[in-house]
């Protein structure tokens, strides 16, 4: 990966040059397509006017808010329903039956219940989110090797030291999976929830500028989305790349 | 040999597995008992059930009838005196866990202050020679020395009985013969009744007081053999010595012979699983 990141940055660059030029020989139609350096001044005056960072804050808000609680809810189920299995009997029915629709379709439901302030965007985004961390949560407590369980059994750590000590840790690299793909998505559905139906955060401030044919902002909103997911991302990995050191050794280990 | 008051009686222990519908026998009928401090070797053939045993003795799987009495108490859950040594070092510890915290991982929920706890860990890593990596993980470690870090997490721990499940089965003979010394020093420093599980019958008889040897599946035991060889023991002048061959050579005939009629009898009766 590393060696070809000099040639990914030198493409961008040379797309985004192109970009320009075209745009500034007419070559596409600047309404639609406005050069990068137009977008580039909208974006500065957005955020120059400090509406960019309150439409940020507004969205990174709601995404953490919603984000939080479905990670603690994820987690606590998972482990419950892996460890106790009249529990996993009772609700995997039902999450067979939820998790497979598209979790945009949440979203009138969301508007009904809660009408269109952040409530309704942290309830979407923290159900969407819900799922990945759950059902990874499930099948990492599933996958715990039973010669550990039974390590914490022969010393008599109990039940529930023994889902806290051994359990939880040993489902900690399934654990993160789930949470890294619910990075995402929880992003995903609070702007797609902003899109469609707030007064506040980024997806809003695209819609906005969209409907009155602000097309460079329009851009630099996008634009800005992109760098939040890119940087939500990167800074998941970092994370996970601390907590789970020993995970990357373990599997480092069994690939020699 | 001088007479030990009894601490472990096994008692008719018989343990049959339900699957599916049909029944197999993994231990038919077990019945001896250990002394305090003394060292029992358990060998048989293959799949004789001799973890199966461990684990009923250990607490952590209730037999299906008979019972295993510790002072007289019959065992319904892991006794807090008695910790079991797994085969599979690289699974029984936590690959999350440093060294030092691995021992500790024993320790976390008992009565021991913080110091007596960090004693006890420095303490157990520094019997197996582990104090050095004491900040490693176990996946940093040599297979010889996570089975020393699993025995050290065993030792702070404190028990009176250690099981032990094929400890040094899947080990090279050199690091082997390391542990099997390591530990008869730990066992004459720290004196702790051991039962000791093998399919090597020269191990058995080289760390033993005494030597059961098991049936094929569904075990019983077969013969007990005393093992009256001077200690300390040491891996070349024991091993050289007339008796242990003699010894060595009676239970690889008796555990040949159990093999053999296992197979006469399979052949003779093959419905019967």
């Known amino acids: 990966m590393r060696p070809t ?10 797309l985004l040059a192109g970009w320009e030029a075209a745009a500034r020989a007419g070559a596409v139609n600047p309404a639609f397509l406005p050069p990068p350096s137009q977008i580039a001044g909208a974006w500065w005056a957005l955020w120059a006017s400090g509406q960019l960072a309150e439409h940020l804050a507004a969205t990174l808000g709601s995404w953490a808010q919603g984000y939080a609680l479905a990670a603690v809810l994820g987690v606590s189920l998972g482990l419950l ?4 299995p009249a529990i996993r009997a009772m609700l995997s029915t039902i999450v067979e039956l939820l998790r497979p629709m598209p979790s945009v379709a949440i979203i009138p439901v969301a508007i009904v219940l809660f009408g269109l302030g952040d409530p309704m965007k942290r309830f979407v985004v923290a159900y969407a989110a819900l799922w990945p961390i759950l059902l990874n949560t499930l099948y990492g407590v599933l996958a715990v090797d039973p010669l550990l369980l039974d390590t914490a059994r022969t010393f008599r750590l109990g039940a529930v030291r023994s889902a806290l000590r051994v359990t939880l840790p040993a489902a900690s690299p399934y654990i993160a999976t789930g949470l890294r793909i619910s990075t995402s998505i929880a992003l995903i ?6 899109l469609v139906a707030s007064r506040s955060g980024l997806g809003y401030a695209v819609r906005a500028a969209e409907q009155a044919s602000r097309v460079p902002e329009v851009y630099a909103g996008v634009l800005t989305i992109a760098v939040v997911g890119f940087l939500l991302n990167a800074l998941f990995v970092a994370l996970e790349g ?3 050191a020993w995970h990357r050794g373990v599997t480092a280990r069994e690939a020699v | 040999m001088v007479a030990r008051p009894v601490l472990l009686e096994v ?4 343990k049959v597995y339900a699957q599916r519908g049909r029944q197999t026998v993994a231990v ?3 019945h001896f008992r250990v002394a305090e401090n003394e060292f029992l070797a358990v060998v048989g053939p293959s799949g004789c059930g001799k973890t199966t045993m461990l684990r009923l003795l250990a607490g952590l799987l209730p037999p299906t ?4 009495l510790l002072r007289g108490q019959p065992v319904t859950a892991p006794p807090p005196e008695m910790v079991l040594v797994f085969q ?3 699974r029984s510890l936590c690959a999350w866990r440093s060294v030092a915290r691995n021992v500790q991982f024993a320790l976390e929920h008992t009565r021991w202050s913080a110091a007596e706890r960090r004693a006890r860990v420095d303490h157990a890593l520094s019997i197996v020679g582990l104090s050095e990596f004491r900040d490693h993980y176990p996946w940093e470690l040599s297979g010889g020395m996570q089975q020393r870090l699993q025995i050290a997490r065993a030792l702070a721990y404190g028990p009176r009985i250690l099981l032990m499940d094929e400890p040094f089965g899947s080990l090279d003979a050199l690091t082997r013969a390391d542990l099997e010394d390591q530990l008869l020093d730990i066992w004459t420093h720290e004196p702790k009744t051991i039962v000791f599980v093998t399919h090597d019958i020269e191990e058995a008889v080289y760390l033993a007081d005494r030597v059961l040897v098991l049936s094929a599946r569904p075990s019983v035991v077969v013969e007990e053999v005393v093992i009256d060889l001077p200690r300390p023991r040491d891996q070349i002048a024991t091993r050289s010595l007339e008796a242990f061959v003699r010894y060595r050579n009676h239970i690889f005939t008796r555990i040949r012979r159990e093999v053999a009629q296992a197979a006469a009898g399979a052949l003779a009766a093959p419905a019967v699983s």
């Not at chain 1, 990141?5 to 040379?14: D, E, N, S, T, V």
């Not at chain 1, 559905?189 to 902003?194: C, P």
């Not at chain 2, 008692?11 to 018989?14: K, N």
Request: net charge neutral; no cysteine; charged share 15%.
């Open chain 1, 5 to 14: 990141r000099p040639l990914g940055y030198a493409l961008i660059g040379a």
């Open chain 1, 81 to 84: 329903m892996g460890l106790v």
């Open chain 1, 189 to 194: 559905l609070v702007i797609t929830a902003e």
């Open chain 1, 242 to 244: 601390r907590v789970l």
């Open chain 2, 11 to 14: 008692v008719h222990l018989q």
């Open chain 2, 28 to 30: 038919r009928d077990l």
């Open chain 2, 65 to 68: 009838s008979g019972q295993v």
């Open chain 2, 88 to 90: 599979d070092y690289g």
